[in-house]
């Protein structure tokens, strides 16, 4: 009670000294503690924020206790907190590494107010032991141009509509997640992409034919689903731009290469392996003069590799085409393993 008597300067000094969960601690003891939480001061010391040339990011491995404010504060004290001009001004938020241990003892919710960062540039939450549904909010995010909540499996939820809203968006990393459904036909909206990782989730159905909308993408890792149906023919003659394309892991992925996989002149690694791709390898594959690295192991592929290849592919390091029992090669290739 006796914040309710102090000065507001004094409480905001005394709060700004006090770790984010003997904040939230007092935050209904006394109506001023909001009011503090919105000043400069405390919003810096919250996030622990960095300058940068078009505001503030925050990039930690480990994240401070008082980070604790916008994530697990009472949704009163989140929502005031990502209302402060500070926090409003975050560009990037990076929390996390793939190959360190998640820094959360608990499980790391998604809260709303921050999908109200209207000026956020990068949202990269990787490896953070998040337990919650992908919600669909994130028509609000306009500026985002990176999305990674990639290494969380207990993410769950279908992609939402929203995110295919996103007009900026380059970088969508979902992989190793509880992610499930369909690829719905509006991934092709996202004109802007260039990496798109949705690999060891748990999503089903066929790859969209839209996807070839996606003109400006460059990587494409969609391995270890179970995804369905044919290529579409459109990733191969609209992606020019495709410089890996991995699918492998998808047994339920059928059909022939298409002859249309000549029009990727910039691809560098193509993996097809463990699904259910037959028929012949078309030489055309050989107009992909940039390729280094083949994987069609474990197909239904049938015939002879053609001569083409050794002939256009002068930079590949390794070809391997093992188990695929109808497949036969009649010239040597140090580089081919068959």
């Known amino acids: 009670m006796l914040f309710s008597f102090l000065p507001f300067e004094l409480v905001a ?10 904040q939230i601690r007092i935050q209904r003891v006394s109506k001023q503690f909001q009011a503090c939480v919105l000043t400069a001061s405390v919003a810096r010391k919250g996030v622990d924020l960095v300058p940068g040339s078009k505001g ?72 953070c032991n998040i337990a919650a549904t992908l919600p669909d909010a994130f028509q609000l995010m306009t500026g985002l141009t990176t999305l990674d909540l990639s290494c969380n499996p207990t993410l769950t939820g279908q992609l939402p509509n929203s995110l295919f809203t996103l007009p900026r968006l380059e970088k969508l990393y979902l992989a190793e997640t509880g992610i499930s459904g369909v690829i719905p036909p509006e991934l092709g909206d996202l004109k802007t992409l260039l990496h798109l990782s949705l690999f060891n989730t748990r999503l089903t159905g066929p790859i969209p034919k839209e996807i070839g909308k996606l003109t400006e993408l460059v990587s494409l890792h969609l391995f270890g689903n179970d995804l369905c149906g044919r290529i579409p023919v459109e990733l191969f003659a609209n992606c020019k731009k495709l410089r890996r394309l991995h699918l492998q892991s998808n047994p339920k992925l059928e059909g022939p290469i298409p002859l249309d996989i000549g029009g990727l002149v ?27 690295w083949i994987w069609l192991n474990d197909c239904s592929l049938v015939g002879q590799v053609p001569m083409e290849l050794k002939d256009t592919l002068r930079g ?7 188990g695929n029992t109808g497949l036969r090669c009649m010239f040597e290739w140090d580089v081919l393993e068959i």
């Open 13 to 22: 000094q005394i709060i700004e000294n006090l770790d984010s969960f003997e």
């Open 266 to 292: 910039e691809l560098e690694e193509l993996d097809l392996s463990d699904c259910c791709i037959g028929g012949y390898i078309p030489k055309e594959l050989g107009l992909c003069m940039e390729l280094e």
């Open 316 to 322: 590949v390091k390794c070809i391997e085409l093992k």
């Open 56 to 127: 503030y990011r925050l990039e930690s491995t480990v994240p401070d206790d008082s980070d604790n404010l916008l994530f697990f504060a009472p949704l009163s004290i989140q929502s005031a907190y990502a209302g402060s001009n500070i926090v409003k001004s975050l560009t990037s938020i990076r929390w996390g590494e793939r190959n360190l241990p998640h820094p959360f003892p608990n499980p790391l919710p998604l809260p709303t107010p921050l999908f109200t960062l209207t000026n956020l540039g990068s949202l990269a939450l990787r490896n």
